[in-house]
DNA sequence: CGAAGAGTTAACCGACCGGTCAACTATAAG
DNA sequence: CTTATAGTTGACCGGTCGGTTAACTCTTCG
């Protein structure tokens, strides 16, 4: 037989994939490995060929989650030259449109894959917390990559762009964290302009050089 | 013999603490019954006594969560005259001090009670989504009354005051969120004045005759 | 061909899961 | 006393958990 594919060699591919949907839509303890071998069409003695714990196949899980999120939320948002505040809102209408996406599929919506398995194994497993807060590090690097370019072009006044990016993304995942908690994607849309508040100035007193840039007022 | 209470019919109680203690430090699906019993010095059959099920059991937990919520952090940062900046800030300044605490008992950052079983079971239980939610409503009513005290008090101009409050209360969740994630209790203490910005205020300290002048800006 | 390694399979492991149950004891009222 | 009720106890249930093992097939290469 020539090179005949057959369902070879995407195995792991699978399990990966599997365990990406499974652990995103309910969470880490309520997936055994059976119901995940059975989900990929896989034997469990396959699994434990290509993956040694449950606990490894996680953290191989926040690697391809973090992929997926930069190529769908993170680069489309940011790798752009509009304005920041443009940029944030777009970030917010991406993770708007996931949770939505989501939720058609199953009627619930998942909040953030990273957030979820923060609050649920932080304290339980030391190497996936460090994982998650990395890809939150690099979360905030994107953020404060935009504002570092915003305040070199005037669009913002200078200040602490540690902290406001460290802001930003504490107050995305509270959006998502209260998303899912009322389980209407929704609440995004609603915080979305919140997220602009957050940048404008520094601590009291730091702010100056403050161009043409414009308030906006909720009623 | 009069009515000596011997070993006092503290069982429940014994039981719901314990389970207060336990799945807050870890997470609901990794304690399980016979360890809670243990723990409390109780069988699994007088578990079941008093609890037709492990979920009642945290519901009926998560109640008693938001009742020490409200006399340790929401009463003490609300129940004052002191202006909206300032009760924000307390209300910080208290998550902080409670992660503090708790992390120099386990050595790990708990982060919030709620948000916790939030992220963990909301695609799972809806009982204890509904749950989390009305408290997470509960708590936002807190800021809520606080804001529109202030703008009867001329402190904060007029603004969406559900929305603001949202906002807030998500953020608060983000930081706890974050500080559990790098398990780094500092981390509400860097957000605290974020906070602020989420509300239309003056700067921190400036809590007097700030009414309605937003329309000149200042510096 | 034959050897070797990657990948697959089913049976199996002990531990633990949430939950049940019937029998027991303690208490307090009639 | 008897009786009813609340609470306690330990043994037990079927099922699932994460993980292991040894034997097997398939592919590749010498």
Redesign the interface.
């Known amino acids: 037989m020539p090179t005949v594919t057959t369902t070879t060699g995407d195995t792991k591919e699978r399990i990966l994939n599997s365990a990406l949907d499974l652990i995103y ?6 997936v055994g490995v059976q119901e995940l071998c059975e989900h990929a069409g896989v034997k469990k003695g396959s699994f434990y060929h290509f993956f040694p714990s449950k606990r490894d196949l996680t953290i191989a899980v926040l690697d391809r989650q973090w992929m997926l999120a930069k190529q769908r939320i993170w680069d489309p948002a940011f790798k752009n030259r509009l304005p920041l505040g443009e940029k944030l809102q777009r970030c917010f209408d991406l993770f708007y449109d996931n949770q939505c996406g989501a939720k058609h599929k ?1 009627g ?4 953030c894959p990273f ?2 398995l ?7 497993d030391e190497a996936i ?1 460090r994982k ?2 990395a890809v ?1 590090q690099e979360s905030s690097g994107y953020v404060k990559r935009a504002m570092n370019e915003a305040i070199a072009a005037g669009e913002i006044p200078k200040q602490d762009v540690d ?2 990016a ?2 930003i ?7 998502m ?2 998303a ?4 209407d994607p929704g ?1 995004i849309k ?2 979305r302009q ?1 997220a602009l ?2 940048i ?2 520094g ?3 730091a ?2 050089a ?1 161009s043409r840039n414009e ?1 906006r ?3």
């Open positions: 839509a309910r969470s880490y303890a309520n199953s619930l919506v998942p909040g957030g979820n923060a609050l649920e194994l932080s304290t339980q917390r998650v807060d939150l902290a406001a460290g802001a993304i504490a107050y995305a995942q509270g959006a964290l209260m899912k908690t009322r389980n609440v609603e915080l919140g508040r957050l404008h100035a601590p009291p007193g702010s100056k403050r308030k007022k909720a009623v």
